[in-house]
């Protein structure tokens, strides 16, 4: 057999088509970074007591809130005593909350859940933290539908708890929703912490503890 002069194709792109991708890919990332906006609010601490006036526990303190608006929301809030031994909540089926009330659009008051039933609350999103005595979870409660009569749809979402922080994660699709329903200006964001008590009804069964109270919309 003859040999053969075998001419293999560049496979290696030219210096200037890497450089173009480089250039376009940090632009990517860049414009990405520049979606997360983040608002944190800090808190005095000593100031937490229940509705009937007794001080409440420094693990329902609030010292630093934050919420951070990306691909997903994290919600994050620093409390002013550990949360890795936690006592039981006061009576059956009791709770303890860290609850991060989400006003997107300041023209309607959704009612009912998780206010009670027929009182309606500004807050077109809720999203929170609970611990029952025996573990933490995170739910995500979009309250849109009690507009018209439905009942308020409620996801399970993750939750993490590290020292005296607990950062709450809702995930893209449902955090679409919330961007989706903005209106600006007069969107709102708090933080608030307490107890609940089911075997009460109504306000007698809510006991805050500590809120930072409406936040401007991170912008």
């Known amino acids: 057999m003859k040999n053969q002069k075998i001419q293999f194709e560049r496979t290696t792109p030219p210096l200037r088509m890497v450089g173009s991708l480089l250039c ?7 414009t990405l970074t520049a979606r997360a906006q983040t ?3 800090i808190d005095p601490q000593g100031d937490a007591f229940y509705s009937n006036g007794h001080e409440a ?11 951070t608006i990306s691909d997903t929301l994290t919600l994050t809030v620093d409390v002013a005593g550990p949360l890795d031994a936690l006592p039981n909540p006061p009576g059956s089926g009791a709770v303890f909350f860290w609850n991060f009330p989400l006003n997107t659009d300041n023209s309607t008051d959704p009612p009912g859940f998780p206010e009670a039933p027929g009182v309606t609350g500004s807050a077109e999103f809720a999203v929170y933290a609970q611990w029952d005595g025996t573990a933490f979870s995170g739910v995500f409660v979009d ?10 749809l409620l996801y399970s979402i993750p939750v993490s708890v590290s020292g005296s922080r607990i950062t709450l994660t809702a ?4 955090a679409a929703q919330v961007r989706a329903a903005v209106v600006l200006p007069g969107a ?11 075997t009460r009804s109504g306000s007698d069964g809510v006991h805050l503890a500590d809120a930072i109270g409406r936040q ?4």
């Open 171 to 174: 995930p893209a699709a449902l």
């Open 188 to 198: 709102t964001w708090n933080c608030d912490t307490g107890w609940l008590n089911s």
């Open 39 to 41: 608002a944190t609010v």
């Open 57 to 67: 526990p420094a693990f329902l303190d609030i010292l630093v809130a934050s919420f």
């Open 143 to 152: 309250r849109r539908p009690a507009l018209t009569g439905q009942p308020a």
């Open 24 to 30: 376009a890919l940090l632009v990517s990332l860049a």
């Open 216 to 219: 401007p919309w991170p912008q």
